[in-house]
């Protein structure tokens, strides 16, 4: 069993700036290995969709392109945290934001295509006011 717990969300302006983070745990007696790391994100009445993945190496990164040049995807590998580092952020990027960890050997575009996701985090609210 591994949890996921995001942090950082709430209420900011826009052109502002969040990061967000999020810490995996692996129960001590699962062999779970963390993989690829990333986070989607879902608006009200929107399907959920990827915005940003990491490999387990920090070699391969994804944005979306709606928030390519504004966010970044990060980890801390010896943490097992992800974090998205949000700036100049819009209005349309109010969502719930998810946190999603593949296991170890996952390619990065099964975590992007959801297919490979092993675990999702609770959620976490952000809301950019105009």
């Known amino acids: 069993q591994v949890q996921l717990v995001e942090t950082g969300g709430g209420l900011v302006q826009a052109g502002g700036s969040l990061r967000l983070s999020c810490v995996a745990s692996?129960?001590?007696?699962?062999?779970?290995?963390?993989?690829?790391l990333g986070w989607f994100r879902q608006a009200p009445g929107k399907e959920r969709v990827p915005v940003a993945v990491?490999?387990?190496?920090?070699?391969?990164?994804f944005l979306s392109d709606s928030v390519r040049g504004r966010f970044a995807i990060s980890r801390d590998s010896t943490e097992n945290t992800v974090y998205l580092q949000m700036d100049s952020l819009k209005p349309e990027d109010t969502a719930i934001y998810y946190c999603?960890?593949?296991?170890?050997?996952?390619?990065?575009?099964?975590?992007?295509?959801?297919?490979?996701?092993?675990?999702w985090g609770q959620g976490t609210q952000v809301t950019v006011s105009s």
């Open positions: 999603v960890v593949g296991r170890t050997g996952t390619d990065v575009h099964g975590i992007w295509s959801r297919w490979k996701v092993d675990y």
């Open positions: 692996v129960a001590s007696e699962d062999t779970f290995s963390i993989g690829p």
């Open positions: 990491i490999s387990r190496d920090s070699a391969g990164t």
